[in-house]
């Protein structure tokens, strides 16, 4: 999702510079807009399944998939990024 949202809107901005750029740089705008595209497509369709399998060799094979190993990841990740919030409560 996150790839998705900031790709749109970079091909947005890129897109206003394509359209309503000068001649110079419509060329450079549309190398830009290629590059991204490229960009999303191998993050998607070529990376997700490799991180993916990579995940699936690193789960035990008697006690975890991969779905559970991610999981795990993101809850530790979560409980680490609330562990360093400040208490801004009044006492």
Known sequence: VRTINTSGTVLVVLFAIFILG???????????????????????????PIAYDFLEKE????????????????SN????????KPDLRKK
């Open 59 to 74: 789960a035990p094979k008697e006690k975890e998939t991969a779905k559970e190993v991610v999981k795990e990841k993101r």
């Open 22 to 48: 000068g001649e110079v740089i419509r060329g450079f705008s549309f190398a830009l807009i290629v590059g991204v595209a490229v960009g999303v497509y191998s993050t998607i369709f070529i990376a997700i």
């Open 77 to 84: 990740y979560s409980k680490k990024e609330t562990e360093k």
